[in-house]
């Protein structure tokens, strides 16, 4: 049974801490997704990969952010230094996007906590 | 601009009623467009998707939806509504008159069934 592996599911850190969150998206995807969901801004694209390279990072916040596929099984989500307002479940999902069709598979997703 | 939203942020419905969520959205385009279902402490599942093709779609669960291009909508409904249909459903677009291949999701619909 295919899916995308999330990893840590909940992470509790304080507040300057660098936090890393990992994603195995399904074996033979080509794109890899990160988004964030909180109670008010719901669910925001932070950034996406096609066949390992950056496509697009502009909902990411670049100055503590970053987001890097070093192969096709491992996509990594980083926040350095972390911040309370960080504090959100973020999910990685995977697609084999052909031409203009983009199904996503998510995964559980990482709480996030930063106290 | 190009947006999606959905109307009626909680929705009730007695088990065995009708179930119609509702999703417009706004694009000087046809987008292809998603229905998921997100229940508590998990990721996103896809219930159906319309891309191209037939406007009324079929998902899983029973659930299906119509793409209404003169409406700009693409309303989800159920015939009859089971307790585990209980939960949060998001319709997603992906906007065709851009490069961009990543999903711009609506703000969610919860969706109650009283016994």
């Known amino acids: 049974d295919a899916r995308v592996t999330q990893t840590p599911r909940h992470k509790v850190t304080e507040m300057g801490q660098e936090v890393t969150m990992r994603c195995q998206p399904i074996l033979g995807h080509n794109t890899v997704f990160w988004y964030r969901q909180t109670m008010m801004q719901g669910l925001e694209l932070l950034a996406y990969f096609r066949n390992r390279a950056p496509l697009d990072d502009s909902g990411m916040p670049k100055d503590r952010f970053s987001a890097e596929m070093p192969d096709a099984t491992l996509a990594t989500l980083k926040i350095q230094p972390s911040e309370p307002r960080d504090s959100a479940v973020y999910f990685c999902?995977?697609?084999?996007?052909?031409?203009?069709?983009?199904?996503?598979?998510f995964g559980q997703g990482t709480r996030l906590t930063v106290v | 601009a190009q947006s999606v939203t959905q109307l009626g942020s909680h929705v009730s419905v007695s088990e065995g009623a009708l179930v119609l969520l509702r999703c417009n959205y706004s694009?000087?385009?046809?987008?292809?467009l998603f229905w998921y279902v997100q229940y508590p402490n998990q990721g996103l599942q896809l219930l159906l998707k319309?891309?191209?093709?037939?406007?009324l779609v079929k998902g899983i669960n029973g659930f299906e939806a119509e793409f209404k291009k003169s409406e700009t909508s693409f309303h989800l409904t159920k015939p009859s509504a089971h307790m585990s249909d209980a939960a949060e459903y998001f319709c997603a677009v992906t906007f065709m008159d851009t490069g961009r291949r990543a999903l711009t999701f609506g703000s969610g619909t919860r969706l109650q069934v009283q016994p």
């Open positions: 999902a995977s697609g084999l996007v052909l031409g203009r069709d983009t199904e996503a598979f």
């Open positions: 319309y891309t191209t093709g037939a406007t």
């Open positions: 694009s000087s385009v046809p987008p292809y």
